[in-house]
């Protein structure tokens, strides 16, 4: 069984001529075999030869309403036939923040950027000038965006570049991040407490922040172990740290107001993107009336020319709409657990020893765990391999979701129970190969 890619395969050797790899983010770059996908609509994405697949990945997690919502397009339409950008403030903004605001626990000013990238750069700037510190904590595998202050240690980096458990090594991620900013970012083992605790107390007087996955959304979908949010929140308390939530993953998605209100830990800032605005580029530093007040003209900067765009906010004030109006999150945790749950009773049926993780929005498995994972060395320890030859069995079959199981699958609201019940019945058949 395999794929008849001829016109897919035409527009990457295209692609290949006039971008680096043929991809314009090197997480898009799958070999010979890289996709280039001409369509999505609600569940499903099309590839430039019609292959049909229940998308998984979209979009690596924006697409929470599923591709294309008309709901979200015409909104957009509505506001860009007004224009689309002023050097001025415009009223979607102060529609979408509030809802924002009303939505998310521990929210109570927003700032808008672009991507993700720009939300947790923006927000270690303003913990760095609240507290006046340089340094910041971040934990192993997480990962925060494509700017030099938190490329390290993240999910691509070899295991004998870690260190050891109680002394990590922060390792670049990438060639080029200046030497001169290595020593600000120090990287803790997930799910670690004890680590963390003698880390902060020897070093809290150069901490500005501690940033945090608060479900490890790049590693698998790791879940925080009862209390280690909490030690965040506490330890930040007591030594005047800015806690970080970085909500790009789970903001809008694993509950309306994200992991502040499905944990019930509010950090003193919160980075939003993906999911906020349905694929269009908006992203959201939320926090405490205390910390956000560090922004001022002049003096601690925030901005962008296209903060608050027309387009980004349109979208993001439709989706918001729907995701605090209707019940799209509670579709998407009660069919979203049917699929976890079934994937995990195939793979069992299949004898293939594996261990399931995060919640039915976004989750992830490992095949052949060679220990209990519950930080980014437990999933080194997996046969990633076995998961990208899966993976790649599903693909045939019409099922796309990340090869490398430290991606998580990601459910939105357009996926139905029969896309569901397909999505099993593809695996039950592609775990034949890889017996
Ligand atoms: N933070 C987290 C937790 C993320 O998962 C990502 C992207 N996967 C980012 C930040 C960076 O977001 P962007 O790709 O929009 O820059």
New binding site residues.
């Given amino acids: 069984m395999s794929l008849t890619t001829p016109k897919t395969h035409a527009l990457f050797e295209r692609a290949k001529q006039v971008m680096p790899y043929g991809v314009t983010?090197n997480?898009r770059y799958w070999g010979d075999e890289t996709p280039v996908i001409t369509k999505g609509e609600g569940a499903y994405v099309w590839d430039a030869d019609g292959n049909k697949f229940i998308d998984y990945r979209l979009a690596?997690?924006?697409i929470i309403l599923g591709h294309a919502n008309k709901q979200v397009n015409d909104r957009i339409i509505q506001s860009i036939s007004n224009g689309t950008l002023f050097a001025h403030t415009h009223p979607l903004e102060i529609e979408v923040a509030e809802r924002i605001i009303r939505m998310c626990p521990g929210v109570e000013k927003v700032r808008f950027a672009?991507?993700?990238?720009?939300?947790?750069m923006h927000a270690l700037r303003i913990a760095r000038a609240h507290t006046g510190r340089e340094k910041f904590i971040k934990f192993e595998g997480?990962?925060?965006?494509?700017h030099d202050y938190?490329l390290f240690s993240t999910a691509t980096t070899p295991l004998g570049a870690l260190g050891s458990r109680r002394s990590p090594i922060s390792a670049p991620n990438t060639s080029g991040i200046p030497a001169a900013i290595r020593d600000l970012c120090i990287n803790v083992v997930y799910n670690d407490s004890e680590g963390l605790e003698r880390i902060v107390k020897d070093k809290w007087q150069d901490l500005a922040a501690i940033i945090v996955?608060p479900i490890a959304?790049?590693i698998g979908s790791i879940m925080p172990e009862k209390g280690f949010l909490e030690l965040i929140r506490k330890l930040c308390d007591e030594h005047g740290i800015v806690m970080i939530m970085?909500?790009?993953?789970?903001g809008f998605r694993i509950a309306k107001g994200g992991a502040t209100e499905y944990f019930g830990v509010k950090g003193d800032l919160m980075?939003y993107?993906?999911s906020i605005a349905n694929g269009y580029?908006l992203?959201a530093i939320g926090g405490s009336e205390k910390v956000m007040g560090t922004i001022e003209p002049g003096r601690v900067a925030q901005g962008g020319t296209y903060c608050g765009n027309g387009v980004g906010t349109a979208a993001a004030a439709a989706t918001l709409e729907i995701l605090e109006t209707t019940d799209a999150l509670e579709q998407i945790n009660q069919r979203g657990a049917r699929l976890m749950q079934g994937i995990g009773e195939v793979l069992t049926e299949a004898g293939i020893e594996h261990s399931l993780h995060g919640v039915p929005g976004m989750f992830s498995f490992f095949l052949d765990p060679q220990e209990k994972i519950r930080d980014y060395r437990g999933v080194l320890g997996a046969n990633l391999e076995r998961g990208e030859r899966l993976a790649a069995a599903m693909r045939e079959r019409g099922v796309e979701y990340e090869p490398d199981a430290r991606?998580p699958w990601f459910f939105s609201a357009a996926h139905s129970d029969q896309d569901v019940d397909e999505t099993l019945n593809a695996l039950n058949d592609a775990v034949k190969t890889i017996k």
């Fill in positions: 983010s997480f690596f997690g924006p672009n991507s993700g990238t720009e939300a947790t997480d990962y925060h965006g494509f938190v996955e959304g790049n970085d909500e790009v993953k789970t980075t993107a993906k580029p992203a991606e």
